[in-house]
């Protein structure tokens, strides 16, 4: 063997993956088409991640808040409205709105917002100091041949590597998940997320905004200082044409739309779109294969999981390979990786469907619809047991954590 593990995917998830394994002494090869220092320019890519708790206890587990504690910014308040169209423009948010606040659901913050940036170079630094991990990019994986001993992946450079087992993080149009035959169900949402960062003139209180537009989601996420960053949903359309828009123009469409709540606003620096889309692949394993992250689901951005997601996926897998390599097992044998894709796939399965029934109950103006869905938030606004239900869901605190989750060491 050359390796125990090889991880296609240097994302955010599969380097999760790779750091936690590697602290527990396997060696680990990560490989990915995009060169670190490519991945951490500021053009790369402008999203934000909305971290539950345990999402960023398990960064702290692994050691990588320290390098990004200044620019978290924790999320104290979520404040859910719908929004209906006025002639002309929008009005503001309705009045029955859903509050969730941290001390309705223990100590600390409720989650963080980190730049996907940020968390690119902790990963980074991390990957550097991690003498059992090696990275390997720019290179990609074409696929892979499993046998009763291990795994031969092959390299579009011509380089072939053998391991244990070898884990899919290569994202949503993941080649070995294609390899493997394993087939996904799939649609297209006909919506594109437009992505920004914007000013504003009073501080945002660390409150995240979710505001229901007939056309989709409008969600703004405090960033440090008095910045947010934006993920607005318009159907595909609109979303090419507004990002064509110049600054005034697209200044004065979110202007309408973000409120007058935090003062004056305006956007800054790059724009970037992103088609929405939802997938989930029918199996999570293959014969010494494992998918985790994008390549195993792909969920609407509505409720902000899908990093959250991928990273239970790789706390499940990390904890399950690791500790069957302390047994002295075969951490690529079938009932190793059956442990992993059943711990993962209700929740992901639940998850995806949930995010993708919201968008469809809240992106459009039917007023039956809309009654409705004002009534339920304002019900549980006011029931604290149901509330608290959904926080813990957006912490990512229910079902059986692993312990990385928990901020545990493996
Ligand atoms: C607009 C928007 C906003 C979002 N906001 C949030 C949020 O607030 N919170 C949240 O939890 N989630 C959020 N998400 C979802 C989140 O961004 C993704 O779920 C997450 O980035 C997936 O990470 P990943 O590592 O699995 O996949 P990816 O980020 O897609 O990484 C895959 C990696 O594999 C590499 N690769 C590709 N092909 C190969 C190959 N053949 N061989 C080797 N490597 C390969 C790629 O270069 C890449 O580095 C959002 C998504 C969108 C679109």
Known sequence: MDVDLIIA???????SLAHAVAAAGLQVAVIDPVPPEAATEAVFDGRVSALGRASYRMFDALGLT???????????????????????????????????????????????????????????RAVAQQGNMTLIAPDRVLDAEPDSDGVTVRLASGDKLRARLCVAADGRDSALRTAAK???????????????????????????????LPAGPFAILPMTGNRASLVWTEPTARANAIMQLDQNAFDAELSQRFGSHWGAVCSHGPRWSYPLAFHLARDYIAPRLALIGD????????AGQGLNLGLRDAAALAEV?????????????????????????????????????????????????????????????????????FLRHAAGEVGTLPRLLKGQSL
């Open 295 to 302: 390549a195993a689901h792909g969920i609407h951005p509505i």
């Open 66 to 124: 320290g390098d990004m504690a200044s620019e978290a910014q924790p999320i104290l308040d979520i404040l859910v409205s719908d929004g209906a169209p006025a002639s002309g423009g929008y009005r503001g948010p309705s009045p029955l709105t859903l509050h969730f606040g941290h001390t309705d659901a223990g100590a600390g913050p409720l989650g963080h917002i980190v730049e996907n940036r940020v968390i690119r170079v902790a990963q980074n």
């Open 182 to 212: 394993i087939k996904t169900v799939r649609w297209a949402y006909g919506q594109t997320g437009i992505v920004t960062t914007v000013h504003h003139d009073r501080p945002h209180a660390g409150v995240a905004h979710e505001y229901f």
């Open 321 to 389: 390979i690791v500790d069957a390599h302390r047994l002295g097992l075969d951490i690529g044998a079938p009932t190793t990786l059956a442990g992993y894709a059943q711990w993962r796939r209700f929740d992901n399965m639940s998850l995806a469907v949930t995010t993708d029934l919201l968008n469809r109950l809240f992106s459009n103006d039917l007023p039956p619809l809309r009654l409705a869905r004002n009534l339920g938030m304002a019900l549980v606004d006011r029931i604290a047991p149901m509330r608290n239900l």
């Open 9 to 15: 995917g240097g994302g955010l998830v599969g380097l």
